[in-house]
Nanobody, 116 residues
């Protein structure tokens, strides 16, 4: 059974930092490209950052230079380090595992709130 469990969300002041973690179970992690998405109130879900099986990364323009995605294959964990947070980063953040074409798994989401 595949499960993605996020942790690390919370409330932080603008300019602060938060780190998110996502642990994957079900023997899929090493075969999956991993990503973080977010959905802000009243907006569509958007891709924040992605890391491939080989470790290549990509970021949304809005978070480049502030967020860092990484993965630890030994721990089946993907991380998102968020620095210089802005109120517009407020959203529910979701972990995604892309195992193949049209095979996606999602975590339950973790709330990140940035106060001004």
């Amino acid at each position: 059974q595949v499960q993605l469990v996020e942790s690390g969300g919370g409330l932080v002041q603008a300019g602060g930092s938060l780190g998110l973690s996502c642990v994957a179970s079900g023997n899929i992690f090493s075969a999956s490209n991993m990503g973080w998405y977010r959905r802000a109130p009243g907006k569509q879900r958007e891709l924040v950052a992605r890391i491939t099986i080989g470790g290549s990364t990509m970021y949304a323009d809005s978070v480049k230079g502030r967020f860092t995605i990484s993965r630890d294959n030994a721990k089946n964990t993907v991380y998102l380090q968020m620095n210089s947070l802005k109120p517009e980063d407020t959203a529910v953040y979701y972990c995604n595992a892309a195992l193949g074409v049209n095979v996606n798994y999602w975590g339950q989401g973790t709330q990140v709130t940035v106060s001004s």
